[in-house]
């Protein structure tokens, strides 16, 4: 994973966490949104890996 990649993570987090109902915390919701981005990149990943 690239430093950018990481920022744009953690900035998606941050976001997430503060667009939650009245800024209270919601794991399920936080845990759904970084697994969508995983395996959004790992897709980006196998993308590029295929088309060599």
């Known amino acids: 994973m690239t430093t950018n990649l990481n920022k ?3 900035q998606l ?3 997430t966490y503060f667009s939650t ?3 209270k915390f919601d794991f ?3 845990a ?3 697994r ?3 395996i ?3 897709e980006k990943r196998r993308i590029k890996r295929d088309k060599k």
Do not use: D, H, R
Request: proline share 0%; aromatic share 4%.
């Open 8 to 10: 744009q993570q953690n």
């Open 13 to 15: 987090l941050i976001e």
């Open 21 to 23: 109902t009245s800024n």
């Open 28 to 30: 399920n919701e936080w």
């Open 32 to 34: 759904s949104e970084v």
């Open 36 to 38: 969508k981005q995983m």
């Open 40 to 42: 959004a990149s790992l």
